[in-house]
C-alpha cells in the first residue's frame, strides 16, 4: 500500500519566495497533520484536519503560513513570504479517526527539507 | 498541557546487546497512547509500537517491547539484539485517547555498533 507521499523531497529558495509543499495522504485515513520539524524546537504540530475541515491550527507559527485541504487525497501547506527561519523539514501524517473519537496511530511521510536562502 | 521527557540526548550500544531508552510524561489524563517513532538517517519517522494506557500488559513489537509503568509516568523502549539497522534517532510521544495531538519529546540518538 503507497504511504503518505509528499512533494518536493527537498526545496531550496530564496527569502520572499512563495513555498507551497503538497501531500498526498494514506487512501482511507481521514485525519491529515502538518509538522514541523528543527533543531532548536524538534517536532511541532502545525495544524490538522479532519474530513478535510480545519480542527486546529493554533500551531501554525504566523499570518505567512497558510494550509488547505481541497479534498481527502491532497492538501498543501504554503509559506508566503518565506523566511530564514523558516528552514525546516516539514512532514505530514495521516491517520484514520473513528467515530467514537478514538484515534489510530499516525503514518508520516518522508517530508520536505525546506532551505530559504 | 501534556509534556514528554527524553533525558537521553545519544546512547549507543554493542550490536547484538540490548539497550534501554527512557520516557517520562506528565498529563492528569487517565486515557491516553503512548508511542515510540524511529528517525533513521533517511529521515522517515516510523511508528516502532504503540502503548494504550488502560492495558496494563507492556506492548511488544519483536525484538521491542516496552515498560509502561503509569503510575511513574514512565514509558521507556527496549531493543534486544541490536542491529546496525537500529541506529536512528528514537522519539517517544504521547497523545489523548480521543484527542489527535501528538506530543512530542526531544529524542534520543541510538547509535548501534559493530
Known amino acids: 500500500d503507497a504511504g503518505v507521499i509528499q512533494s518536493p523531497r527537498h526545496e531550496v529558495t530564496e527569502m520572499g519566495q512563495e513555498v507551497t509543499l503538497r501531500c498526498k495522504p494514506i487512501?482511507?485515513?481521514?485525519?491529515l497533520f502538518w509538522y514541523r520539524q528543527t533543531m532548536m524546537r524538534g517536532l511541532e504540530l502545525l495544524i490538522y484536519?479532519?474530513?478535510?475541515?480545519?480542527?486546529?491550527d493554533s500551531g501554525m507559527p504566523e499570518d505567512r503560513f497558510s494550509a488547505k485541504m481541497p479534498n481527502a487525497s491532497f492538501s498543501t501547506l504554503k509559506i508566503q513570504p518565506s523566511e530564514p527561519r523558516d528552514s525546516a523539514v516539514y512532514f505530514c501524517?495521516?491517520?484514520?479517526?473513528?467515530?467514537?473519537?478514538?484515534?489510530?496511530?499516525?503514518?508520516f511521510g518522508d517530508g520536505t527539507r525546506l532551505s530559504i536562502l | 498541557a501534556q509534556t514528554v521527557t527524553q533525558s537521553q540526548p545519544e546512547m549507543s550500544v554493542q550490536e547484538a546487546e540490548t539497550v534501554t531508552l527512557s520516557c517520562t510524561y506528565d498529563t492528569s489524563e487517565s486515557n491516553y497512547y503512548l508511542f515510540w517513532y524511529k528517525q533513521p538517517p533517511s529521515r522517515q519517522m516510523i511508528l516502532v509500537i504503540r502503548q494504550e494506557a488502560y492495558k496494563q500488559q507492556n506492548a511488544t513489537e519483536n525484538r521491542f517491547s516496552v515498560n509502561f509503568q503509569k503510575a511513574a509516568k514512565s514509558f521507556s523502549l527496549k531493543i534486544s539484539d541490536s542491529q546496525l539497522g537500529d541506529t536512528a534517532m528514537y522519539f517517544c510521544a504521547f497523545m489523548m485517547k480521543y484527542g489527535n495531538k501528538l506530543v512530542f519529546g526531544a529524542g534520543t540518538i541510538l547509535r548501534v555498533k559493530s
Open positions: 501524517a495521516s491517520s484514520f479517526s473513528r467515530t467514537d473519537y478514538s484515534n489510530q496511530p499516525q503514518h
Open positions: 484536519f479532519n474530513n478535510n475541515v480545519p480542527i486546529d
Open positions: 487512501s482511507g485515513h481521514n485525519s
